[in-house]
């Protein structure tokens, strides 16, 4: 198994759930925009019968800034997001 270099960039799947989305959907957004430079492609899917939208986005970024990103995500009330990291 490979070790990864510190500052390594990867490829990850982020996967997040906004319950609430007409409170929380802004919120989200302002975050993705933050971390813009890292987002490669993003999918988002209002779910309106749930009141909540899933968003999928693929990400080229360091674990730090991933951990960040997510971890920035995740504070938000509602908002869960988790990642898969390519080998």
């Given at each position: 198994m490979k070790c990864?270099?510190?500052g390594e960039r990867r490829i990850a799947?982020?996967?997040i759930t906004v319950e609430n989305r007409?409170?929380?959907a802004p919120l989200v957004n302002n975050?993705?925009?933050e971390y813009g430079e890292l987002i490669v492609?993003?999918?988002g899917v209002p779910y309106r019968e749930r009141d909540m939208c899933v968003?999928?986005?693929i990400v080229d970024a360091t674990m730090d800034q991933l951990g960040a990103l997510t971890g920035k995500l995740g504070?938000?009330?509602g908002v869960r997001a988790k990642m898969?990291?390519?080998t």
């Open positions: 990864m270099a510190e799947v982020v996967g007409r409170k929380s975050i993705l925009t492609g993003r999918l968003i999928s986005i504070s938000l009330p898969a990291l390519t």
